[in-house]
């Protein structure tokens, strides 16, 4: 008679077992990696910003307005000059990064004409 081969049920709960626990070290790893991931796009735009913010003045020699800050940041990202900075949209939502009249950034911007002395991060 043939002996039959194959895997016994012993050794097929056991590799099920095994592959539930790496599952189970796996998912916490992975869970927030949505939440890492805003926080990282939040920080580039800002940065994004703050560097046109820099560039803004060298080029113009003079502080920027919100809605010239605006023609300065370049990307494929839809940017909009508002009173209080400047609006993103990220993952459909949208976001505002600060844009401050003063160096120190204390003194919000009331309106797209003002002058942007600093740039803020999204909160």
Request: proline share 3%.
């Amino acid at each position: 008679m043939k002996k039959q081969a194959g895997f016994t049920l012993i050794e097929l709960v056991a590799v099920l077992v095994i592959l539930a626990l790496l599952g189970a070290m796996a998912v916490p790893r992975f869970s927030n990696m949505q939440d890492d991931a805003l926080t990282a796009a939040k920080q580039g735009s800002s940065m994004a910003v703050k560097s046109a913010h820099s560039i803004a003045i060298a080029k113009l020699k003079d502080l920027p307005d919100v809605d010239q800050l605006v023609t300065y940041v370049g990307g494929e990202s839809t940017l909009t000059a508002v009173a209080t900075g400047v609006q993103v949209n990220i993952n459909g939502t949208d976001y505002i990064v600060p844009t401050y009249t003063d160096s120190t950034c204390s003194s919000a911007t009331g309106n797209t004409t003002d002058q942007v002395g600093c740039v803020g991060s999204i909160p």
